[in-house]
């Protein structure tokens, strides 16, 4: 091995070291139930599907990663699939055919292609949702995701400021090509999913507005620029017109546009940064409506939404039309001259719907986002979910081999590729034996250590 092989991957060991320690040290703090802070999104209850997923289209399911907020939903783990392996495309042997003259074949008609959006998926918080970013490229056939998406804890402020070892994996992801883009969910305040009633957010807020928390955001600013990652899209207090989180803007939206002012011009205060902050609300009015929250164009640099395929029964068309949906988000974007964002959208209360599935990605073709990051895991997803075997046909159909490079593309049909051959999905886990006690340790530390740890009950002998 060279030694410039040599020192990066002792680098990259140094990371991951890091960061389980960092996980450990996290796993002790208050409130950390859901992962990387963010709210656990209750199973809906889906359609039952008509036979078992084909192993041709669905990837094996991963790990559960931590439940990305959706308004109204109950707190409930998600179901635990497994993780997903690399899969396998062998390469045809093709013989080229002799390049034809331009008397025997006349050049075919070409038309231009519209530039996609960048794209990519919430995978896992951690150095797995790295992985797994390589790993749904091949299931789509080399598309290139160009977007990484994670989310910081917000349990506590040291874990706000961006706890040591957790964002090295995503910043050396983010630095290995020039076009890729970091997004970061990032809260407001500390005890983020505590239920915090509105009175104590109340003051909390208004103690933002006095800049009593402008030195965490200082430091996470700072971080971010050591890391070599300025230019960060940080999806700032997401979701603040509903009620799931203590960074709500509800129980005084004056205080909360002030104190969201505040840490965008903290953050922009550090030499070096060039960070873009996302407003994103939950689509439709929710417990307020969104645009009462609106902070103003100079310290908002992109408008995003959060669309999840909700309520039950809510078709697509009125999730464009309804008060302060999908078409007033697009309108309110223009209308201020901000790019617009989806930075969590995907399947929920009504189950395996593929007509969401083509409607969403056919609008974002339509209005051509700035990036949409669709949250890959049950109920929602489509790589590591099995529970949506069609809609993950017509996600897998529309987006594989997708670049976000114009060209142009013959109008006659391409020939048939050859078919992907995905591995078996892997064997369960068996349930542990019945002398075994699992050992509560919590959803961190669980995650790095790959399980729960088991405590034997037999390990003396009656005959001793």
Known sequence: MAPQQRRARSRRLAVVAAAVAASAALASGPGFAAGAGVMRVADPPAPATTGPASAATLPAAAEPAPAVPVPSAAPQTPATPVTPEALVTPEAAVTPAPTPTP????????????AAPAFGAYLDYGARGVARIAQLSEWLDGAELRVGHTYLPGDRWSNIEGPPGFLDVWADWRLEKDDRMLVLNVPMLERN?????????????RQGAAGDFDHHFRALAERLVALKVPDTVIVLGWEMNGITYTHRCGPE??????????????MRSVPGQEFRFDFTPTRGKDAVP???????????????????????????????NEPY??????????????????PEWGLFRNGDNTAYMRRMI????????????????????????RQNPRSSEVYRSLL??????????????????????????PEP?????????????????????????????????DDD
């Open 103 to 114: 008397a025997e074949t006349p050049a075919p008609s070409v038309e231009p292609v519209k």
């Open 429 to 461: 886990r068996p349930d542990p034996p019945a002398t075994c006690t699992p050992m509560d340790l919590g959803d961190w530390v669980e995650y790095w250590l790959g399980g729960k740890l088991c405590l034997r009950l037999d390990w003396w002998s």
């Open 400 to 425: 594989s081999g997708r670049t976000d490079e114009p060209g142009t593309a013959p109008t006659s049909p391409a020939p048939p590729a050859e078919p992907s051959v995905e591995p078996a999905p």
């Open 290 to 320: 969104w645009t009462q929250c609106y902070p103003g164009d100079d310290t908002v640099d992109i408008i995003g939404m959060d669309s999840y395929d909700q309520p039950t029964g809510l078709s697509f068309d009125e999730q464009v």
């Open 362 to 385: 056919g609008w974002m073709d339509e209005h051509a986002p700035l990036y949409n990051t669709v949250t890959d895991y049950c109920p929602h997803g489509v790589w590591q979910c």
């Open 253 to 266: 939206p004056e205080a909360w546009k002030e104190y969201w002012n505040r840490i965008v011009s903290t």
């Open 193 to 205: 999913e505590e239920q915090v009633p509105d009175d104590e957010v109340r003051e909390l807020l």
């Open 325 to 342: 949906g999908l078409q007033a988000h697009v309108d309110f974007a223009r209308t201020h001259g901000k790019p617009i964002s989806y």
